[in-house]
């Protein structure tokens, strides 16, 4: 578990390290991170969704969290998940945004609550996207 956990804080760091980068080549679209997660056995989905509105409350109360957005994907049907059991998405309004929050994330309550939802959700994979909306 704690290989994992260190996985997940290496990737977000560079993630966000990356961002900081690139932003201006995406400063047109919305940051949609993607983590794949698994449970434990025992997990409820009511569990992954409180677990998910407390982090999201503190998320957007780190400075560039105040915009952010959350979707949880259930697989309903789905062809080869693996290990996946549920989808956490995040998303921010701007890169910009983006990289703020995650200057600001280490030590953050959003961090805490993180570590503290590990107890029934390990989530070590995620993908960063540019999201652009169609109407």
Do not use: H
Request: proline share 3%; glycine share 6%.
């Amino acid at each position: 578990m704690n290989k994992a956990i260190r996985l997940m804080l290496v990737s977000a760091m560079l993630f966000a390290v990356m961002m900081i980068a690139v932003a201006p080549a995406f400063a047109g679209g919305e940051a949609a991170q993607m983590w794949s997660c698994e449970l434990e056995d025992e997990t409820t989905e009511a569990q992954v969704i409180e677990g998910t509105q407390k982090w999201l409350a503190a998320a957007k109360k780190v400075k560039g969290g105040e915009n952010f957005e959350a979707t949880v994907l259930f697989p309903v049907a789905v062809n080869a998940t693996g290990e996946i059991d549920v989808m956490l998405v995040v998303t921010a309004p701007t890169f910009k945004e983006w990289g703020e929050f995650w200057d600001g994330y280490e030590g953050s309550e959003a961090a805490k609550i993180e570590t503290a939802n590990e107890e029934f959700a390990v989530c070590p994979d995620s993908v960063l996207w540019e999201s652009m909306k169609v109407k």
